[in-house]
């Protein structure tokens, strides 16, 4: 089962990895510091969520594990795992259209509502990370 073991950590190119589906209980880590922000996460089997700076920018219910997550202002890629299927909510432009990709296959385009948030659904796996990328259009 592939999960991140510190439940939020650094990586070398400047990604993010972070979340646990195996918890049977909730963890919580906050004040994690990163690329000059500060990261919250909240994880375990039912759902994992990460706030940068007080503000939502992740959550996939049930849990899942991330990997490499980065974002721009013009697109978010990251990898994803989990015990099930998971429905993944992210924070972008409020009223803006992108590209989603799951697999390197273009989903479809997808519109964020007024308040920024976009959602898509992901068939992941609990031992192979599923690459996900959302371009703005």
């Known amino acids: ?17 972070f979340g646990d589906f195996s918890l049977k209980e ?7 510091k990163h690329g000059g922000d500060l990261y919250k996460i909240k994880t375990f089997y039912e759902i994992t969520k ?9 959550e ?18 990251f990898a994803v795992t989990g015990a099930s299927d998971v429905q993944i909510t992210l924070e972008l432009e409020p009223d803006t259209e992108y590209d989603a990709f799951v ?4 989903l479809g385009t997808i519109k964020t509502n007024l308040g920024g948030k976009l959602v898509l659904s992901i068939e992941a796996d609990a031992d192979k990370a599923t690459p996900v990328k959302i371009v703005k259009a």
């Not at 697999?103 to 273009?106: A, G, L, R, S, Y």
């Open 1 to 17: 089962m592939k999960t991140v073991d510190t439940l939020i950590r650094s990586e070398a190119d400047g990604g993010l990895s």
């Open 26 to 32: 909730k963890k919580k880590l906050a004040d994690f």
């Open 50 to 58: 990460l706030e940068k700076n007080e503000t939502f920018v992740y």
């Open 60 to 77: 996939s219910v049930p849990g899942s594990a991330v990997f490499d997550y980065k974002e721009s202002t013009e697109e978010v890629t």
């Open 103 to 106: 697999n390197d296959e273009k």
